[in-house]
């Protein structure tokens, strides 16, 4: 039996009981308790309020006087740009009536009006927003009318950085900038004559997007204009100030007649003196030659070279880097300053091949890359070899994208947060995407082949991943659909481990309740089709087994698909017979490593020949099938490799 106000905290995470499976209603609290009760119960009691958590930072603070009547008012309005880049302004007022004549008819003290202020948190102090600063990183509760409640200062105000950039994209709707970094200037003026650049942004990427404060202060050739007149191709100095850019000063065209050129290296030959650079705007077009442009190097060994913001060789640069091109007056290469133009790219592994790899990327694509034997491939920090890659490993990537190819420079195997810890099988109860939980009931585990009962009773509470998927008749369906048609249904579950060491669902197969589910096989792949749909046959049973978007597959530890499943695999097979057809279908496939112990098989039979070193032949054996034997009256083959172990009678 549920006790609704119980089950509602415990699906809310608001509190746990005493671990044990027990509430006790009329016990004690300490003030830990009910101080972490509360924090747990955070978002829904702001939400009943009608409350709002917000974050963002104090732009601009600008203080009025109003002293037209009997007290002194003083206004305070705060600008504050959210982590969303919309702008709220705060507006606190304080009256001092001190010199309205009205006075306490006891104590004869000044009566002073009510303060409309703010209570501000920060540096472990209480006050009023006389605390804040501009630049300071905030959070802010606010109610339904847009009152602010309380504001919290997460840090103080940060320091200032003056950046030379391209002008590529302004976006006045969501009041962003995107532009491609040149250099850094440690003051908001720039002596081109003299300056030496470099790039400093320690992520290696040209390309940024900033926000820009929506009182900007904007300068064309020196003189004041609006971010309307700011167009794509201009070179600015961007003021920017906690990320967000609050002065914007265009460079007038000396940085062009002094041969400063930028773009995306296209070729680079030291050795035949030249470079070739995409255009400006780092577009290169099918059939615009004119977009391309050649320069030379008139002494390669006299010219000044930066690579990732480190002094480097004319030879580091290659196709993809994005460079500044400083020229001498005869057009020549003086300087260069470039950076790799790499994307990371974060994706599942879909199958492994001599030297290939197919990649499944998060957002949906797949790409097949070569793996050369130069390519870094780190796991936990450590240098490893192509064979340490696995089918369903989650990789990170980082690529060298051009026109012409796709480049792998580096690949990081992920740890094993992403390994499947186990797999279970039980009724759903109930499911909240709000809490992201799902509850169980009559919850068992897979474990060799058997399912067998966990030690919980009665319901059991599993988070799910924010990639989880429910997969029922082999179509994927939403939360919506398991809640109002599937809840009381048989599902299979495929769970991980996150960081802090709880289970969290990736994968819940809902069974057809008109199914029936067969006893699991214990069997050898003999063979299969590829693609996400198609079957497979086993070897003892000679059973053509269906699989689909809703079958867990389980090689290496991994989720992976069925393109992970090869011949002579041996695995364990969960299916159910559908009623419909009567072709069984794969729920779970485990395949399982071929030093399992379970999956040794033993033979005896008489030897008929012998090649040394290399294979013998029986003239026909038998099979231990448990605790009989099967006899084959045909030959059957063994190979002898370094691993073979020969026993006499002594075992020896």
Do not use: C
Not at 535 to 561: H, M, P, Q
């Amino acid at each position: 039996m549920k006790i609704p106000y119980i089950e509602a905290v415990l699906v809310e995470n608001i509190m746990n009981g005493e671990g044990n499976g027990y509430f006790r209603p009329t016990g004690f609290v300490t003030r830990e308790q009910i101080a972490q009760i509360i924090i747990n119960a955070d978002k829904r009691i702001l939400s009943l309020l009608g409350y709002e958590k917000r974050m963002g930072t104090v732009e601009d603070i600008r203080k009025e006087y109003d002293f037209t009547g009997n007290s002194h008012v003083y206004i305070n309005t705060f600008h504050i740009r959210n982590s969303n880049g919309k702008l709220h302004k705060i507006v606190t007022e304080s009256a001092d009536n001190s010199r309205s004549g009205y006075k306490n008819e006891q104590g004869g003290a000044a009566i002073r009006s009510t303060d409309t202020d703010l209570i501000v948190y920060k540096d472990g102090w209480v006050g009023t927003s006389s605390l804040l600063k501009e630049g300071d990183r905030i959070e802010y509760i606010t109610t339904a009318d847009g009152t602010v409640r309380y504001v919290r200062v997460i840090s103080g105000t940060s320091d200032t950085e003056y950046i030379v950039a391209k002008i590529k994209e302004v976006n006045p709707e969501i009041s962003t900038i995107k532009a491609a970094v040149g250099f850094y200037l440690e003051y908001p003026d720039a002596d081109m004559d003299s300056i030496s650049f470099d790039f400093r942004n320690s992520s290696g990427a040209v390309d940024t997007k900033l926000v820009y404060s929506n009182i900007v202060k904007v300068y064309v050739e020196g003189k004041a204009a609006d971010i309307k007149d700011i167009t794509p191709g201009m070179d600015a100095i961007l003021t920017v100030q906690d990320n967000i850019i609050t002065v914007i000063n265009t460079l007038d065209l000396r940085l062009r007649e002094q041969g400063v050129v930028s773009g995306i290296v296209e070729d680079n030959n030291p050795h035949l003196g030249y470079i070739t650079l995409y255009s400006e705007d780092g577009l290169r077009m099918e059939g615009s030659l004119n977009r391309i442009k050649t320069y030379n190097y008139s002494n390669p060994e006299e010219v000044t070279v930066y690579k990732n913001h480190i002094a480097a060789k004319l030879e580091d640069i290659e196709g993809g880097d994005s460079v500044y091109i400083k020229l001498d007056q005869n057009g020549a290469i003086e300087m260069i300053s470039a950076v790799d133009n790499y994307i990371v790219k974060y994706g599942k592994v879909i199958s492994v091949r001599s030297g290939l790899i197919n990649v499944a990327y998060d957002d949906g694509t797949q790409q097949i890359l070569n793996v050369d034997e130069n390519i870094p491939i780190v796991r936990d920090k450590k240098l490893v070899d192509f064979d340490s890659l696995k089918d369903g490993d989650r990789v990170k990537l980082l690529l060298n994208i051009t026109d012409k190819a796709t480049t792998l420079k580096k690949l990081t195997i992920e740890g094993d947060e992403h390994f499947i810890t186990n797999i279970y099988r039980g009724v759903v109860s109930s499911v909240d995407d709000i809490s992201k939980k799902m509850v169980l009931q009559n919850l068992e585990v897979f474990n060799n082949g058997k399912w067998e009962r966990t030690g919980q009773k009665g319901f059991t509470t599993l988070k799910m991943s924010e990639e989880n998927k429910f997969v029922y008749n082999d179509n994927i369906v939403n939360v919506r659909q398991v809640k109002e048609l599937l809840a009381g249904s048989s599902a299979y579950i495929a769970v991980e481990k996150d960081y802090g060491g709880s289970e969290k669902a990736v994968l819940v197969s809902v069974k057809n309740s008109k199914d029936s589910e067969a006893p699991v096989f214990s069997d050898s792949i003999i063979s299969s089709t590829a693609g996400n749909k198609g079957e497979f046959t086993l070897a003892k049973e000679y059973l053509n087994i269906s699989y689909g978007n809703g079958t867990i597959i389980i090689k290496d530890n991994r989720l992976v698909t069925a393109s992970s499943i090869n011949s002579e695999d041996r695995a364990y097979v969960v299916a159910n017979r559908s009623y419909d057809d009567g072709k069984y279908y794969a729920s779970v496939v485990k395949i399982n490593e071929k030093t399992d112990s379970n999956f040794f098989t033993i033979y005896r039979g008489r030897i008929a020949n012998i090649n040394e070193n290399s294979d013998f032949t029986l003239e026909s054996y038998s099979e231990l099938d448990g605790v009989n034997w099967k006899y084959y009256n045909t030959p059957r083959t063994f190979r002898i490799t370094y691993d073979t172990r020969i026993l006499d009678d002594e075992g020896s």
